[in-house]
T-cell receptor, first 116, second 114 residues
Framework: AQSVAQPEDQVNVAEGNPLTVKCTYS??????LFWYVQYPNRGLQFLLK??????LVKGSYGFEAEFNKSQTSFHLKKPSALVSDSALYFC??????????????FGRGTQLTVWP | DGGITQSPKYLFRKEGQNVTLSCEQN?????MYWYRQDPGQGLRLIYY???????QKGDIAEGYSVSREKKESFPLTVTSAQKNPTAFYLC?????????????FGDGTRLSIL
């Protein structure tokens, strides 16, 4: 079965410090992975995706994610956090099988707070 | 600009009442999705449609119904059978098929009980 786990409900970092938001996955088949960000009372915004190739994926707003097949992880990272990065972050894995093709399975989300 | 429009932004339901949430997209996407978001539970899939005139149940379809009569539209009805409807509802769309593209989301409808 396809699933995603985000082990931390909350991550707190100081502005200017590097940040990491963790995600591990379980899939049958190829791992197609996504990160989204949600600001209060808004929909989700796409940040980046991994399909194949380079294990370091670069996305929007200076975010990047590292795919690790042996650890089944896809952690979101940013070298220097901004207060404006404070938001709810979701990791998701795409189902690539038959009638459920294309649906996403989301983690529970990680609330990132960046302190000034 | 292309995008997904959800309306209304806020909706209140009385006991025994059915309410319908609107979702319209002008992205020419084949696939559309409805999610329910509750605090601390992430997004749970209610229904999805990969093509016009076809849809499948997601993980929490009980108490909800949908239709997909037009490519652009995927309305969700929250029926009186849904006993705990208070939540934030998100609609999304994607190109569909085997192409791995992100889902695009609307800005949601917040449903509350009167």
């Amino acid at each position: 079965a396809q699933s995603v786990a985000q082990p931390e409900d909350q991550v707190n970092v100081a502005e200017g410090n590097p940040l990491t938001v963790k995600c591990t996955y379980s899939v049958s088949g190829n791992p197609y992975l996504f990160w989204y960000v949600q600001y209060p009372n808004r929909g989700l915004q796409f940040l980046l995706k991994y399909i194949t190739g380079d294990n370091l994926v670069k996305g929007s707003y200076g975010f990047e994610a590292e795919f690790n097949k042996s650890q089944t992880s896809f952690h979101l990272k940013k070298p220097s956090a901004l207060v404006s990065d404070s938001a709810l972050y979701f990791c998701a894995v795409r189902d690539d099988r038959g009638s459920t093709l294309g649906r996403l399975y989301f983690g529970r989300g990680t609330q990132l707070t960046v302190w000034p | 600009d292309g995008g997904i429009t959800q309306s209304p932004k806020y909706l209140f339901r009385k006991e025994g009442q059915n309410v319908t949430l609107s979702c319209e997209q002008n992205l020419n996407h084949d696939a559309m999705y409805w999610y329910r978001q509750d605090p601390g539970q992430g997004l749970r899939l209610i229904y999805y449609s990969q093509i016009v005139n076809d849809f499948q149940k997601g993980d929490i379809a009980e108490g909800y119904s949908v239709s997909r009569e037009k490519k652009e539209s995927f309305p969700l009805t929250v029926t009186s059978a849904q006993k705990n409807p208070t939540a934030f509802y998100l609609c999304a769309s994607s190109i569909g098929g085997r192409e791995v593209r992100p889902q695009h989301f609307g800005d949601g409808t917040r449903l509350s009980i009167l």
